[in-house]
């Protein structure tokens, strides 16, 4: 599913800004905006405030990125030859070797990619201590999650610049940012940033001398970048102007001073409301991160605990739906079991109702039956006999005659010849008055006068045509 919601935060030691975005069919816009100031807490062991961000929590929302301030990071900027992804994250570990100061196991590294041409690309390279970092995830904790992206507040705002248009395509330029939160600087050379870096903030407005201590500290960082442009870079840029970009209140005039300490020959003033937060470049910059590579200090564990839990957060969704499904089909089965034997306990109740009157109609019927077959005498012994009698041809006896009346007429008897017996047989048969005859078939004995044949037959009588009932 596509993220629908970015937040960018960005943390100083006694300051918060953030910015929330909204997907909007194609485009990103901005959903909410805010910031907040407090006083260091006594006992406070880090510089973030826990508490002051547990504050604003629900309003961050979606994937979250978060700007550490530029003077917690060594920047550097380097052009390396190579744009595959995989080639400049093994140059940039070999520089971030040489110029941080830090053990490699207490930092984390990232690289960005600033800008490309065909077989080189100018990178950005930023290594934070890793004591930082975790306290940003653990401050964080309270949404569940740490961050997703941990960025530099600098790039944000360098983001601002380039939508804004505000960068100058020639030449060379000194671009100073300044707020409550510190003063920012980026030095450009023909519209690429070649150097990034946080310079001392300005101190509390009617402190004269403490004013000049920050100018002049000012000015010697800025010499010192300047220098060590010259050496890496060249010195082919020209002489640089001084942009400055600063709220109301800042006092301008120290941006002349610090032109003058360093020789520069043009200052230009510009209003900071003109560019977007510095928290909006940061939540842009995760909406579209930088190709082939995007600056990211989290650490690879963060990412990989993160993935487990969308797994684990996918695998409960699924087992979710197919419990609601299973227990929705449960009950639907068991819906539909109650009705039947609901449906079932009726059809009973009305058979046992009816079961009386209808065994007492099959009562009275086979009565009935009974009485009209005794009263019927078609098939009563005299009739069956006269049949009988008139059917028996010359030769053949009876010596039984045993009838049941509507069940069965069974005969016995014997004759002087078996052809006698088949006749007599066939001649009931085609009686209408009997509607089976079943031979018992013929034996042959000798007696004193001569070979005899005797026989049995069995006639099956109409029955009563229904049950008896008793």
């Known amino acids: ?33 805010g910031q907040e100031t407090w006083s260091a807490a006594e006992g406070e062991r880090t510089w973030i405030s826990a508490a002051a961000i547990k504050a604003h929590l629900k309003r961050f929302k979606g994937r979250i990125s978060v700007a550490l301030p530029t003077d917690r990071a060594l920047l550097r900027v380097a052009l390396l030859p190579s744009v595959d992804a995989a080639e400049l994250r093994g140059m940039t570990e070999l520089q971030t070797d040489k110029f941080s100061p830090f053990p490699v196991e207490t930092v984390a590294t990232g690289t960005e990619v600033l800008e490309s041409a065909e077989t080189s690309a100018l990178v950005a390279m930023a290594v934070v201590r890793g004591e930082d970092v975790e306290a940003v995830g653990q401050a964080f904790q309270g949404t569940g999650a740490p961050p997703d992206v941990v960025d530099v507040a600098v790039l944000g705002w360098w983001w601002g610049l380039k939508q804004s248009g505000k960068i100058p395509a ?26 990034f870096r946080a310079l001392p903030g300005p101190p509390p407005t009617g402190e004269e001398a403490a004013r000049a201590e920050w100018l002049e500290a000012c000015t010697e960082d800025v010499a010192d970048a300047l220098t060590a442009l010259e050496t890496e870079w060249g010195g082919s840029g020209g002489q640089p102007t001084l942009h400055l970009f600063h709220e109301a209140d800042f006092p301008v005039e120290c941006a002349e001073t610090l032109r003058k300490a360093l020789g520069l020959e043009a200052l230009f003033a510009h209003p900071l409301d003109e560019l977007p937060t510095m928290s909006e470049g940061v939540a842009r910059r995760l909406a579209a991160p930088a190709r082939p590579l995007a600056l990211d200090l989290a650490p690879e564990a963060w990412r990989t605990a993160d993935a487990e839990r969308r797994t684990r957060r ?34 009973r109740a009305q058979v046992e109702e009816m079961e009386g009157p209808a065994l007492e109609i099959r009562k009275l019927r086979a009565k009935t039956l009974e009485f009209a077959q005794y009263a019927d005498r078609t098939h009563s012994a005299l009739e069956c006999l006269r049949v009988v009698s008139e059917t028996l041809p010359e030769g053949v006896e009876l010596t039984s005659y045993v ?51 005797q026989f049995g037959a069995m006639i099956v009588l109409p029955g009563t045509g229904g049950e008896d009932g008793s």
């Open 170 to 195: 020639h030449g060379s330029q000194i671009l100073l940012r300044a707020d409550a939160a510190g003063v920012e600087m980026a030095v450009v050379r023909d519209g690429a940033p070649l150097a």
């Open 314 to 347: 996918t695998l409960l969704r699924s087992a979710t739906v197919f419990l609601v499904a299973w227990v929705l089909a449960l009950g639907v089965f068991w819906t539909l079991l109650n009705l039947q034997r609901g449906r079932m306990a009726r059809l």
């Open 403 to 453: 009838y049941r009346k509507g069940i069965t007429l069974s005969l016995r008897g014997e004759s002087d010849a078996p052809d006698k017996v088949y006749s007599f047989i066939q001649a009931l048969e085609q009686t209408a008055l009997f509607p089976e005859v079943k031979s018992e078939g013929i034996n042959t004995r000798n007696t004193q006068e001569g070979s005899r044949s």
């Open 1 to 33: 599913m596509a993220t629908s919601w970015i937040t960018g935060v960005c943390l100083w030691p006694n300051r918060l800004e953030w910015t929330t975005l909204r997907r909007a069919k194609e485009s990103w816009e901005i959903a909410g905006q």
